[in-house]
């Protein structure tokens, strides 16, 4: 009876360096400990220069690889099926003008939406003609509506976000966190498809 | 004096309920569409995710001041331009989101069997949008 290893692959690897890649880097392994050692430190991959930012490692080609050094082996694999391995320039801070520009653009694009939207459905008549339904006094400007609906307004979307600056009120992630998350899991599905050597297609332009 | 009291306070209780209606839903339209999210692999900074929630929320706010209230302020042009600029880009990131979502490109695409074309559709999509706007505001609403 061979002796069998698990494979179980890391989905997502950064590197800052062009360096050899041994299989430590890309998988976890269990195997007898006597193995273990040995076959952590296969070496798999040498990055140059050439494949730029993303690299897909197929788990198939791991274990093809594998299977040709021990034979008496048997290979079991778990979780992902590939490893996407991003190298990385230097810079680890983002930057700050590139952030701030971004803080004005949502600052001011939704400023504008929500302008856009009141005006959409007259929203200051509607109030106005409520004041007067209410008081049968007509008046510019029924603040005791209008104030307290920027309150509101700016309540309900902390509600929606879930937080309050860095203090959430509950353990759930808030909305945009998993739409984050989302969006990157949707990026990582297609880079393993379109930079798999594995796979001939080629991505459109 | 008690009626009105009553009266401004349901005033009061009218005006946040529809400020939470519209603030949540305002938000979940700007979600579900992914801007926050496009923006934050762009500039790559996920770590202020929280300050970006703060600058939509104080903008949202500060956007309702200037509809309901009657100020006005001695800009230069050059604030124009600015804030035209990025409500601009910001609009142009929301129409682009919406058409994304709608799934608009990879169907028509497939339908007109230009799926290697697809950026020359996108061109004639930024363009036109370009060449629209500009004719609004210089022809159309004159």
Redesign the interface.
């Known amino acids: 009876m061979a002796d069998i290893i698990y494979l179980r692959m890391k989905k997502n690897v950064e590197l800052n360096r062009m360096q050899r890649l041994y299989l430590k880097d890309i998988a976890y392994i269990s195997a007898p400990s006597a193995l273990k050692s040995e076959i952590e430190n296969t070496f798999i991959y040498q990055v140059t220069k050439k494949d730029r930012n993303i690299i897909i490692i197929d788990s198939f080609m791991v274990i093809d690889h594998l299977n040709e050094m021990y034979p008496a082996l048997e290979l079991q694999l778990i979780g992902p099926d590939q490893s996407i391995i991003r190298i990385k320039k230097v810079r680890k801070t ?2 700050i003008m ?2 701030s ?15 856009n ?3 959409d459905v007259s ?2 008549d509607v ?1 106005q003609k ?2 007067y339904l ?2 049968g006094e007509e008046i ?3 603040l ?18 879930n ?1 309050w ?2 203090k959430r009120f509950n353990e759930e992630p808030s ?3 998993v ?2 998350y ?3 899991q949707d ?1 990582d599905q297609y880079v393993s498809y379109y930079e798999n050597r594995l796979n001939d297609t080629k991505p ?2 | 004096m008690i009626l ?1 009291l009553f ?2 306070i ?15 839903g ?3 339209f ?3 569409l ?1 801007i ?35 100020v006005n302020w001695d800009q230069p042009t050059m604030v124009l331009i600015l ?1 035209g600029a ?2 601009g ?3 142009g ?2 129409a682009a989101a919406l058409t994304e979502i709608l799934n608009v490109f990879p169907i028509i695409s497939k339908r007109i069997r230009m ?2 074309k ?2 020359w559709l996108l061109m004639a999509i930024v363009f036109g949008k370009i060449a629209g706007s500009i004719f609004q505001w210089t022809v159309f609403v004159k």
């Open positions: 983002p930057n590139l952030a520009g971004v803080w004005i653009l949502l600052f001011i694009g939704t400023a504008m939406t929500i302008m939207f009141h005006y929203m200051q109030q409520l004041h209410l008081t510019k400007y029924p005791w509506i209008q104030i307290p609906y920027s309150f509101g307004l700016g309540i309900g979307m902390l509600l929606f976000f937080h600056f860095t909305p945009l966190e739409e984050i989302n969006y990157q990026l459109f332009h | 009105n009266i401004n349901l005033e009061i209780i009218i005006g946040l309920a529809a400020g939470l209606a519209v603030g949540g305002f938000v979940a700007l979600t579900v992914g926050i999210p496009r923006l934050i692999q762009l500039s790559r900074s996920a770590m202020y995710s929280q300050i970006y929630v703060v600058s939509v929320i104080t903008g949202t706010v500060f956007g309702t001041y200037m509809s309901f209230a009657d804030w990025f409500h880009v910001f609009n990131m929301l799926d290697d697809l950026l």
